[in-house]
């Protein structure tokens, strides 16, 4: 078994989509017994679940089912996790992924970043810690209300809409995933203000990496990639305190 089966996820404030329909969340898992134990407790949650075996069945239910997140086990027995991400993500879809992974080595922790995963759990891990990471990337994801009154914020000449979830940079439109986004405007509305790891780490994916700071450099340096390439750079590094975002001028 590879999940602790005895741990009920504690239902928190339903989250349900904008015209009030269930949330849809593909599982992916070759071991049946942890997919229908993921089913079980994402069902718990309201949400509308399908489970796939295999990486083919899995393409093939995202395109018909079209979900709101995905919880995509790395090792599958056809092609792998990372080939699944790809190809969703080579056909427009943006939909946050929770990676499941038996490997705990950093190496194959950025592999499933790198390909356009979101988050990822290490087994065994309990239900309460996926459904409480699901819910985390599904409130950041294009599902989520904006919160501040005027949706646009805009700082020198990068621009970020919270309503239709697109960034600008001189006016190029720059596409970003749902924690990439997310960790933008974090850092946007918060300008010339030098953020910790552990602020970020609070803020962008709601709860504590224990100790695994490495993932937010991993996402600065997505962000920098997108956002600084070819110009004057915006996001800085203010050593051994964190990361500031600034104008270029």
Do not use: C
């Not at 078994?1 to 504690?10: E, F, K, L, N, Q």
């Amino acid at each position: 078994m590879s999940t602790r089966a005895t741990d009920r996820p504690a239902q928190g404030p339903r989250l349900s989509k904008a015209d009030g329909s269930a949330i849809r969340v593909l599982v992916v898992d070759d071991e049946p017994t942890l997919a229908d134990l993921l089913a079980m407790a994402l069902r718990y949650e309201g949400w509308d679940v399908r489970t796939a075996g295999d990486g083919q069945k899995a393409l093939t239910i995202a395109r018909e089912f079209r979900p709101d997140a995905i919880v995509l086990d790395i090792m599958l027995p056809d092609i792998d996790g990372l080939q699944v991400l790809q190809r969703v993500r080579a056909s427009g879809s943006e939909t946050p992924v929770l990676f499941l992974t038996a490997k705990d080595s950093l190496d194959d922790r950025i592999a499933g970043l790198t390909a356009g995963g979101d988050d990822y759990v290490t087994k065994p891990f309990s239900l309460e810690e996926v459904v409480a990471r699901l819910r985390g990337l599904i409130r950041r994801s294009t599902l989520s209300v904006a919160e501040a009154n005027d949706p646009l914020i805009q700082i020198g000449d990068l621009t970020l809409d919270e309503d239709s979830y697109e960034v600008f940079r001189s006016g190029d439109q720059i596409e970003l995933t749902a924690t990439e986004f997310e960790l933008l405007r974090f850092l946007m509305r918060n300008p010339r203000r030098v953020l910790s790891k552990a602020q970020i780490l609070d803020r962008v994916w709601s709860y504590d990496f224990g100790g695994r700071s490495s993932v937010v450099e991993i996402y600065i340096s997505y962000l920098r990639k997108k956002i600084d390439a070819g110009r004057t750079p915006m996001i800085h590094t203010v050593r051994g305190a964190g990361y500031m975002l600034k104008t270029a001028q």
